[in-house]
């Protein structure tokens, strides 16, 4: 069923970034695209249990999310889905092997 929202959307043609106008402050460094996984209420003051550092994940698809997938985006701070279109066994062992490659916090 579909959901319409109340208030207006907005698109990318909408906003416009103008040489020169933007602050000193407005750098790189200091952009953060830290992305909130876990469902959490903010007008309540929770906050998430689990972030990512981009808001990048992988298709829950069998031709698209493999552990070498989910390596290459954990690498990165993605996330990578494993796709339950397998045995209990096989997505054990396809979680094992992403969890024990080690390259860093995978």
């Known amino acids: 069923m579909a959901y319409y929202y109340e208030e207006p959307s907005h698109t990318f043609g909408e906003y416009l970034l103008i040489p020169g106008y933007t602050s000193a402050d407005c750098i790189p460094e200091n952009v953060t695209l830290r992305t909130p996984v876990t469902r959490f209420n903010k007008k309540a003051g ?4 689990l972030y ?20 290459a985006l954990a690498k990165e701070g993605g996330i990578s ?11 054990a062992a396809m979680v094992a092997r992403v969890k024990s490659y080690k390259a860093g916090f995978v």
């Open 46 to 49: 929770e906050k998430s249990d």
């Open 81 to 91: 889905f494993i796709y339950g279109s397998q045995t209990i066994e096989d997505q």
């Open 52 to 71: 990512m550092n981009i808001p990048m994940v992988s298709a829950v698809m069998q031709s698209v999310s493999d552990d070498k997938m989910a390596i």
